[in-house]
């Protein structure tokens, strides 16, 4: 539960970034059609509906996690669920360590998990209660000739109901109103704007603690019936005289507004601000044939570039597929870590075996430069397990390593780093990031940290020779 | 509304009814469905509110009314007199004519009315 409601908060994010750039894009495209412009919005869609990012959000976020791991110093036994290995690591600790400041983290994460799912549920209801209100409100409407229903307890037009969706017309509105926006009205239908408005009902229930969810909602319901007013005024239009048509429909707005802004899933006909779509429908024009391509093109470009990810970055390869593929890689005889450090092998100190109880040979290089004082290989057997060591003197030193080894790792399609810090995979390999404040000093005397990946569980008595 | 009146959907249901009574429910529900688009469970749902309000009433399955055509309208006059015109009938009749006059049989029509109702 708390690790779905940590992907939703990095989709939530990642979504909320694109949601800015739509915004902007938008503010510029101000003068082009509505039903270009209303593409943009598949691109914040996509990216709060399906878990994958760009590759500059996911190292913002492995920024992120570098300071939270300070915190963690303290115990990391955690972490690894089910890796005895950790624990044996995490006996170099003092004793002292308190079990209480644990896990702070894990302990908001669980809350902010809860709370989350509470506030999914709250508004869910307060949306079903609302809807039920609006259908009880209209339960006495009759049908008419329009295949409309009519009732005397609205003031406003709108549409209800999501799989036989209907029309529902108040009943004061002179002839020339009526005409328009049965028109608006059946352009919705016909589109299938309610399910539309649905989906994104949907996506920002779940996304809810984002604002900018909120604000991208608000703002495609605007474009949605922008688009809808547009389309009624070409049609409407074809050869006859502009203006007359033009101010019927803006009369048709002002008196159709409806006194309180209505955020719920329904498609109203009238808005408590009408001024917005009142200048579009004054000022739009038929645009011309090219200009709408160009624009359209424009607006696909654009959600491309916002769904896809650069060039060079993990793509949707699923994360067994590239554990599968490192598994393959590091199944040769010697996998070279280094490659991924950037340290030159000629840095090589020295070079020790290490037998593990498990029955495979590993091998301790030392690499003598400021960042990288061990790595630890295994070579041959069947395994594949390596780890990477990083001895830092300084807090700093470790956060800049840590960074440096992730991108590495990131930039090379065969790593995968998956999750805040753990990973398990279906035949039970863990791999997880951990943090060590270790009490060991250096020769210098001060104190060491140590970062350690590990791909898979090492027999305690190697781990012991880590030191 | 409490007083009489009925909502627009509420009328011509009444309306079914008073051309109809007395009208079995399931015929009923089937005129419903035909002339305003009504589910069945919208019907017996809107035929239970005007059992509550005295209006109509279901002695096994036959669907009878308890209100008058002319009860209904009175209350709907009443409340437009009353309210958008303050009470002043002379008022409304005025602003219903509108700028036009009356025929000879509407204005004999009201003389005759005028007389019915003149007290004393």
Redesign the interface.
Known sequence: MTALFLQILNMSLAGGVIILAVVVMRALLWRAPRKWVMLLWIAPAVRLVCPVGLTAVFSFFAAMRAPQTALRTGNFTNLDLGGAVMESVGNILPAETPAGSVNHLQTIENVAGIMWLAGMAVLLAIETFRYLKMKALV?????TESGA?????ISSPFILGIIRPRIYLP?EMGADTRKLVLAHERYHLRKRDSLIKLAARAILLVHWFNPLAWLAYRLMSEDIEMRCDEAVLAELCRGEANDSIRKAYSYALVSMASEKTQMHSSLAFGERKVRRRIMNVLRWKEPKKWLSAVLAAVCLIFVVGCVTNPAGAPQNVSFEERLERMQELSGKKELDALKLMGVAASSLTSSTEVPGSDGNSYTKNQYDTAELQLILECNGGTITNYTVLLYCTTEEELVANYRKVDEALRKNHEYMIHGPYQYRTKDGRSISWSFVDNQQTTAEGMPRFILSYRSALMPDDVVQQLR | MTDGRV????W??LNIIWRNEPVGSGRLVELCQQ????AKS?TY??LHILIAKGMVENKQTIVTSLISREQVQASESAYVVNETFEGSLPGFVAAFLGERKLTEEEADALRKLIDGYREG
């Open positions: 339960s006495d409407a009759y049908v229903y009519e009732t005397d307890r009943l | 909502s627009a959907g509420e011509r249901f002339e305003l688009g009504w919208t749902t809107r």
